[in-house]
Nanobody, 114 residues
Framework: QVQLVESGGGLVQSGGSLRLSCTAS????????MEWYRQAPGKQRELVAI???????EYADSMKGRSTISRDDTGNTVYLQMNSLKPDDTAVYYC????????WGQGTQVTVSS
């Protein structure tokens, strides 16, 4: 059974930082493209960052320069470090794995107050 468990969300003031974690079981993070998505109320889910199998990373324009996606292959965990947070970053953040199959985590709420 595959599980992606996110943690690290919470309430933070504008300009603050958070580090989200996604710990996987049932899959090997290093053998999957690992992604962070977010969904704000009334909006579609959008891609935030990707950590690819080859080690490369990509970011949404809205998060470039303010976020870093990284992997801990030993801990089978993916992180998303977010800095200089804005109220527009308020959303539920989801972990997503993709290779032959895709899996989603349950999400973690990030709320940025102005």
């Amino acid at each position: 059974q595959v599980q992606l468990v996110e943690s690290g969300g919470g309430l933070v003031q504008s300009g603050g930082s958070l580090r989200l974690s996604c710990t996987a079981s049932g899959i090997i993070v290093a053998m999957n493209n690992m992604e962070w998505y977010r969904q704000a109320p009334g909006k579609q889910r959008e891609l935030v960052a990707i950590s690819k199998i080859d080690g490369s990373t990509e970011y949404a324009d809205s998060m470039k320069g303010r976020s870093t996606i990284s992997r801990d292959d030993t801990g089978n965990t993916v992180y998303l470090q977010m800095n200089s947070l804005k109220p527009d970053d308020t959303a539920v953040y989801y972990c997503h794995s993709q290779r032959w199959y895709e899996f989603w985590g349950q999400g973690t709420q990030v709320t940025v107050s102005s």
